[in-house]
Nanobody
Framework: QVQLAESGGGSVQDGGSLRLSCAAS?????????MGWFRQAPGKEREFVSL????????IYADSVKGRFTISRGNSANIMYLQMNNLKPEDAAVYYC???????????????WGQGTQVTVAS
């Protein structure tokens, strides 16, 4: 059973930066898997932020974060990052990392999820 653990959330001012980490452990992740970041604000549906292939490459971003966020894989195995720059109040949400078999922005296709990490942006 794959387990995911996010870290790096916190509270920043408008325009600030944070780097989220997602560490995978437990079961084996297939090299064909997709790793994604999603977020959910209070009263809103979970929305796609970014994804990357487990073996690296083919990154895509939501229009709302394009040019400000960067997804990457760590040099060590089983870790993924989301560098978030120029954060805005509308970026405030619980951020989740997820792993799934399909190259898709649809959160319902992802099989494994972390517990989430809170990001707060003060205006």
């Amino acid at each position: 059973q794959v387990q995911l653990a996010e870290s790096g959330g916190g509270s920043v001012q408008d325009g600030g930066s944070l780097r989220l980490s997602c560490a995978a452990s437990g079961g084996r992740i297939l090299s064909s898997s997709i790793m994604g970041w999603f977020r959910q604000a209070p009263g809103k549906e979970r929305e796609f932020v970014s994804l990357i292939r487990w073996r690296g490459g083919s990154e895509i971003y939501a229009d709302s974060v394009k040019g400000r966020f960067t997804i990457s894989r760590g040099n060590s195995a089983n870790i993924m990052y989301l560098q978030m720059n120029n954060l805005k109040p509308e970026d405030a949400a619980v951020y989740y990392c997820a792993v799934g078999p399909e190259y898709t922005t649809n959160h319902q296709a992802y099989k494994y999820w972390g517990q989430g990490t809170q990001v707060t942006v003060a205006s």
